[in-house]
C-alpha cells in the first residue's frame, strides 16, 4: 500500500524522473498538496465493460461497474487471485432486438442513455462529500487516518465511453469533434 505520492529517478545523478505507478505522477502530487497535514489521498479506479453471459436464452448480456483503489500496489491489484477489484454495480442492458418503429426505437436509446447516467449519479452521489471531508480509516499500524477518496480515472474502451458520456457512437468523448 502506498499512502503518499513519490518521485523516482534514474540513476544516481537524478536526471530522469520516472513515472509509472499511479503514486509518482504530478497528478498525486497535485491532489495531495491540497490535503491537510497527515490527510492522504484514495485514488479510485473504475471499470466498466460489457459481458457476454450466454447462447442458450437469447442475448443474455451483462455490464458491471468495477473499482479498485490506487493506492494497492499494481503487481497486487492486477492479480485476480488477490481480488483486488470489487463489483459496485450493474448497468442495465437494453435488449438488442425490438420489434418497435425506428422513431420509438430512437426513444428507448434515449432512455437507455437516462437510465446510466442515474446509476452513475447514484453510484457516484457521495463521492464529492467524501473527498472534500475526507473519511476515517483504519491503517495497518491500527492508527485511524483521515483519506481523501478521488475519482482517478476510468477504465473503459470506445463503446464503453460512448455509453458513459452520452455520446453518439462514431463521435468523439474526449474532444467533443461532430460526428461527420
Known sequence: ?????RKEYDGPDKKYRIVGDLFTTDWWWNKQARLPKGHFLIPLIFASDGTFLTNFCGDKDIDPINFTVGNIDPKVRNCPSRQAWRCLGIFPER???????SACRAEERLEA??????????????????????????????????????LACWIADYVEYNKLFSQVYGSCTICKTPLE
Open 1 to 5: 500500500m502506498t499512502y503518499l505520492p
Open 95 to 101: 435488449p438488442k432486438r425490438s420489434e418497435k418503429q
Open 113 to 150: 442513455s437516462d437510465i446510466v447516467q442515474c446509476v452513475l449519479e447514484l453510484l457516484l452521489k457521495t463521492l464529492p462529500k467524501m473527498s472534500r471531508k475526507g473519511i476515517k480509516i483504519m491503517c495497518p499500524d491500527g492508527k485511524m487516518r483521515i483519506g481523501h477518496p478521488v
